[in-house]
């Protein structure tokens, strides 16, 4: 049985996303939906340094931020809504943590999966000069087949 991995991410190209990859891998394959929560947001503090030092520097310490929510648990929340709304009921839900395109290409890995599908927000240059893209990262790191479903125009 074909086994495929669909990356969600709460947005609107989730449904093009299922519904592209059940028409073209059909009913009869094993879906699998998985979601990445970022981990839990991080402040900094910034520590004054006295002049005097030939390169000044600032020391800085991580502090955890706790909304009180899991974060696997929000994700598996996005894959199992995406799944449900784009009836796949007996799509596995994988919620994880971490960086999104090593997450989806191990997740895929792990579960034995003949394909990847993910979808390609329409960004601009700076968007992605800030934050990459996690299809054109999950595509460079994937050694099964990745099919990128581009957001409708």
Not at 57 to 67: G, L, Q
Not at 76 to 89: N, T, Y
Not at 94 to 102: N, R, T
């Amino acid at each position: 049985m074909t086994r495929i991995l669909i990356a969600v991410d709460g947005s609107d190209l989730d449904h093009e996303c299922v519904a592209t990859a059940r028409r073209l891998f059909g009913t009869e394959a094993e879906y699998l939906a998985v979601s990445v929560a970022h981990e839990p947001a991080q402040r900094t503090a910034m520590v004054p340094v006295p002049y005097g030092f030939v390169y000044p520097y600032a020391s800085v310490e991580p502090m955890r931020v706790d909304d009180g929510s899991n974060p696997v648990d929000r994700a598996e929340d996005i894959a199992r809504r995406a799944a449900e709304e784009a009836g796949l009921d007996n799509a596995e839900v994988i919620g994880e943590v971490g960086d999104p395109a090593e997450v989806i290409v191990g997740a895929a890995a792990r579960h034995a999966c003949d394909a990847i599908v993910v979808g390609s927000h329409d960004r601009g240059w700076l968007s992605r000069l800030v934050q990459p893209s996690v299809s054109s990262e999950v595509l460079s790191s994937s050694s099964i087949p990745v099919l990128v479903v581009k957001a409708p125009t």
